[in-house]
């Protein structure tokens, strides 16, 4: 065994060979890096001017891959220089074409990752409407389908029975199936969240579980960012079993309440007043004009009450909160030119001068006096 090895150290065309197998393969790096710093950038170039979205977004998905090839093309070519591993062996060339497979699904992996901003690209030059809601999901089922598919490549280099596999799979489906319930109605919830559409990315909804602004769907989950900056992770078939209010979807945004004057307020001053609101608020700019009401509604325990009924054109929290301000200032200048006051909660008590009690209290309050 010794000499074996002593022959292999001494043996002056092995160690030419190795030297060439390593210069090859410094060669290839090299060539790697003057592909990534020239040539991929002049490719770069050549794509932006051409004004192809795809074309370029094929060529930034390959960026690395392609890096990659030059060093498996490297150690391809340097390996015949090498007495120690047979280039033909099957086991070899089987480990080469799987690292070419893994080359092209990276690239395609990339591909899919940024398919969100090519779909909307290409959506917006043909006028085709895709809702952002599908976008994730579109992208992680390609990402899954060319994971899958490379895999079961890459097993049949190796001689590995793909088809036993998946009869395998049917085989222990019911078990699969049984352990994988939950799984399972995430991702039919997932369905139906993308079917029925009741939300889509950022919009702000409300549940029972929870409200905020919709950051992502995938198919197990859904993520809603809240207004207190907490992220909440839904599964999706709680989610989709839930009454979802979608508050993005508002055309305009309600104001309702009851205004209380005193019970001494005249009927016209009453009148004036109701009339004047309604006024106020069929000319204001803010006020959506379709749904108004004005009304002397209500006989309550302390005060005439008028309901107010109306919308804002906006939905939006600051500029509601804005317009309603505005709304009740306005309000309190007309009570002020009526000369009309605000009730607040009173209780009247009346006594019966004939009453004994009364008499009695009355004349010992006439002698503290």
């Given at each position: 065994?010794?000499?074996?090895?002593?022959?292999?150290?001494?043996?002056?065309?092995?160690?030419?060979?190795?030297?060439?197998?390593?210069?090859?393969?410094?060669?290839?790096?090299?060539?790697?890096?003057?592909?990534?710093?020239?040539?991929?950038?002049?490719?770069?170039?050549?794509?932006?001017?051409?004004?192809?979205?795809?074309?370029?977004?094929?060529?930034?998905?390959?960026?690395?891959?392609?890096?990659?090839?030059?060093?498996?093309?490297?150690?391809?070519?340097?390996?015949?220089?090498?007495?120690?591993?047979?280039?033909?062996?099957?086991?070899?060339?089987?480990?080469?074409?799987?690292?070419?497979?893994?080359?092209?699904?990276?690239?395609?992996?990339?591909?899919?990752?940024?398919?969100?901003?090519?779909?909307?690209?290409?959506?917006?030059?043909?006028n085709l409407e895709i809702d952002q809601i599908l976008i994730?999901?579109?992208?992680?089922?390609?990402?899954?389908?060319?994971?899958?598919?490379?895999?079961?490549?890459?097993?049949?280099?190796?001689?590995?029975?793909?088809?036993?596999?998946?009869?395998?799979?049917?085989?222990?489906?019911?078990?699969?199936?049984?352990?994988?319930?939950?799984?399972?109605?995430?991702?039919?919830?997932?369905?139906?969240?993308?079917?029925?559409?009741?939300?889509?990315?950022?919009?702000?909804?409300?549940?029972?579980?929870?409200?905020?602004?919709?950051?992502?769907?995938?198919?197990?989950?859904?993520?809603?960012?809240?207004?207190?900056?907490?992220?909440?992770?839904?599964?999706?078939?709680?989610?989709?079993?839930?009454?979802?209010?979608?508050?993005?979807?508002?055309?305009?945004?309600?104001?309702?309440?009851?205004?209380?004057?005193?019970?001494?307020?005249?009927?016209?001053?009453?009148?004036?007043?109701?009339?004047?609101?309604?006024?106020?608020?069929?000319?204001?700019?803010?006020?959506?004009?379709?749904?108004?009401?004005?009304?002397?509604?209500?006989?309550?325990?302390?005060?005439?009450?008028?309901?107010?009924?109306?919308?804002?054109?906006?939905?939006?929290?600051?500029?509601?909160?804005?317009?309603?301000?505005?709304?009740?200032?306005?309000?309190?200048?007309?009570?002020?030119?009526?000369?009309?006051?605000?009730?607040?909660?009173?209780?009247?008590?009346?006594?019966?001068?004939?009453?004994?009690?009364?008499?009695?209290?009355?004349?010992?309050?006439?002698?503290?006096?």
């Open positions: 065994m010794n000499w074996r090895f002593w022959e292999y150290i001494n043996d002056y065309d092995l160690w030419i060979n190795l030297g060439i197998a390593l210069g090859i393969l410094l060669v290839f790096l090299l060539l790697r890096k003057l592909f990534a710093k020239y040539v991929f950038y002049f490719i770069l170039k050549l794509t932006n001017k051409s004004g192809s979205d795809l074309l370029n977004f094929v060529v930034k998905s390959y960026e690395r891959p392609v890096r990659l090839l030059f060093v498996i093309i490297g150690i391809y070519i340097a390996v015949d220089y090498v007495p120690f591993i047979n280039q033909q062996g099957d086991l070899f060339e089987s480990l080469i074409r799987s690292s070419v497979i893994l080359i092209i699904t990276w690239g395609l992996f990339n591909l899919a990752s940024s398919s969100s901003l090519l779909l909307m690209k290409v959506s917006d030059k043909v994730p999901f579109i992208s992680k089922a390609v990402r899954f389908i060319v994971v899958a598919i490379s895999l079961s490549i890459i097993a049949q280099e190796f001689g590995y029975d793909v088809s036993g596999f998946v009869a395998g799979l049917g085989l222990g489906g019911l078990a699969f199936a049984l352990a994988a319930q939950e799984v399972i109605r995430n991702l039919f919830g997932g369905v139906v969240i993308i079917t029925e559409k009741p939300f889509t990315m950022g919009d702000w909804v409300e549940t029972p579980s929870v409200e905020g602004v919709v950051e992502d769907i995938t198919f197990r989950s859904t993520r809603i960012r809240t207004f207190s900056e907490s992220l909440v992770t839904i599964p999706n078939s709680t989610l989709s079993n839930e009454p979802i209010t979608n508050w993005s979807e508002m055309g305009k945004r309600r104001i309702f309440f009851n205004l209380g004057v005193e019970y001494s307020t005249p009927k016209d001053k009453l009148e004036s007043v109701v009339k004047r609101i309604r006024e106020l608020l069929e000319n204001h700019e803010d006020i959506h004009p379709e749904t108004i009401f004005v009304r002397f509604d209500n006989y309550n325990d302390s005060s005439l009450d008028i309901m107010l009924y109306f919308f804002t054109k906006t939905t939006a929290w600051e500029e509601y909160l804005e317009i309603k301000e505005d709304i009740n200032f306005k309000i309190m200048d007309i009570l002020e030119e009526e000369d009309v006051s605000i009730a607040f909660p009173s209780r009247s008590l009346y006594l019966d001068a004939d009453d004994e009690a009364v008499k009695r209290f009355s004349s010992s309050f006439k002698d503290e006096q």
